[in-house]
């Protein structure tokens, strides 16, 4: 199934935004666009029908990011390059 990779994007968007729910939808023409649950109302489109790679590339930057982990062993070389220079 080609929308299972879609599918996993708006899955993780939905785990980065609490309080918004969205969906997509995938059209005839194997193209796939953004919604934007609104309770009762008729959900709010948020792209273009877009094609699945360009579709995922949109999903992944919409909406709040997932701040990026940083170990201790990454702080150090970070100061460690700070100092070279």
Do not use: C
Request: charged share 30%.
């Amino acid at each position: 199934m080609r929308s299972t990779r879609a599918t996993a994007a708006v899955e993780r968007l939905n785990a980065r935004s609490t309080e918004v729910r969205y969906s997509m939808v995938r059209t005839a023409g194997e193209l796939f666009y953004l919604t934007q649950n609104a309770g009762f109302d008729a959900p709010v489109k948020l792209s273009e029908a877009l094609e699945l790679d360009d579709f995922v590339r949109f999903v992944n930057a919409y909406g709040p990011q997932k701040p990026k982990r940083v170990s201790k062993l990454d702080v150090a070389f970070e100061k460690q390059l700070k100092k070279k220079y």
